[in-house]
Nanobody, 126 residues
Framework: QVQLIESGGGSVQAGESLTLSCAPS????????MGWFRQAPGKEREFVAT????????YYADSVKGRFTIARDSAKNTVYLHMDSLKHEDTAVYYC???????????????????WGQGTLVAVSS
């Protein structure tokens, strides 16, 4: 059983920064992509960013492009989401996701990811 463990959430003021981390635990795990999604109260889960483990290609939602950076430490098999210039509308539960066989056209689709973390809350006050 693969579990993804997120950390780094919290409460910040608008304009501040925060970094989330996600690492797998349990059995040995190799992913084709690791990413982040978020879900605000009353809204559907939405894509934030993802990174291909081969080649390091990154993909971002338009709403976070230029403010968020996704990165991966291959030695630790850990993915990070560094969030700058946070806005109140970034408030959500952030989920880490990973999949061993996802294809490029599905990277922004939450239904295409097999493994998920429990989520970590990011609250941004204006």
């Amino acid at each position: 059983q693969v579990q993804l463990i997120e950390s780094g959430g919290g409460s910040v003021q608008a304009g501040e920064s925060l970094t989330l981390s996600c690492a797998p635990s349990g059995r040995a795990f190799s992913s084709r992509a690791m990413g982040w999604f978020r879900q605000a109260p009353g809204k559907e889960r939405e894509f934030v960013a993802t990174i291909r483990t081969s080649g390091g290609f990154t993909y971002y939602a338009d709403s976070v492009k230029g403010r968020f950076t996704i990165a991966r430490d291959s030695a630790k098999n850990t993915v990070y989401l560094h969030m700058d210039s946070l806005k109140h509308e970034d408030t959500a539960v952030y989920y880490c996701a990973a999949d061993p066989s996802i294809i490029t056209s599905q990277l922004r689709n939450p239904d295409a990811y097999a493994y998920w973390g429990q989520g970590t809350l990011v609250a941004v006050s204006s």
